[in-house]
């Protein structure tokens, strides 16, 4: 079975920090973008960083300074570190092996959009 499998959420003072692991099973990211996408609660699925390649080609504006992406093939996983956490940045998170990189979707886990999605973590700021 393919999968991927999130891990690290959880709650977090402002100004906090949190990383997130993904970890692949099935498949390896020699071949697909790895994405991060976030929804919280009213809000659209925003892709927040992508990574292709070992290269990371995108980050969000309301991210960037903030947040790290990055992926170790040897252990099949990818990361998002994620610094000076802000209650804006309270979502569910998800890890994707996705085509393209979509910035905005109507939902998470849409199927398609990506390869493959994580079950998401929750990821709350106060």
């Known amino acids: 079975d393919v999968q991927l499998v999130e891990s690290g959420g959880g709650s977090v003072q402002a100004g906090g920090s949190l990383r997130l692991s993904c970890t692949a099973s099935?498949?390896?990211?020699?071949?697909?973008?790895m994405g991060w996408y976030r929804q919280a609660p009213g809000s659209k699925c925003e892709l927040i960083s992508d990574i292709r390649g070992g290269g990371v080609t995108y980050y969000a504006d309301s991210v960037k300074g903030r947040f790290t992406t990055s992926q170790d093939n040897d252990k099949y996983t990818a990361y998002l570190q994620m610094n000076s956490l802000k209650p804006e940045d309270t979502a569910v998170y998800y890890c994707?092996?996705?085509?393209?990189?979509?910035?905005?979707?109507?939902?998470?886990?849409?199927?398609?959009?990506?390869?493959?999605w994580g079950q998401g973590t929750q990821v709350t700021v106060s």
């Open positions: 994707a092996a996705i085509p393209s990189a979509v910035k905005v979707l109507r939902r998470c886990q849409d199927p398609a959009y990506a390869y493959y």
């Open positions: 099935g498949f390896t990211f020699d071949e697909p973008h």
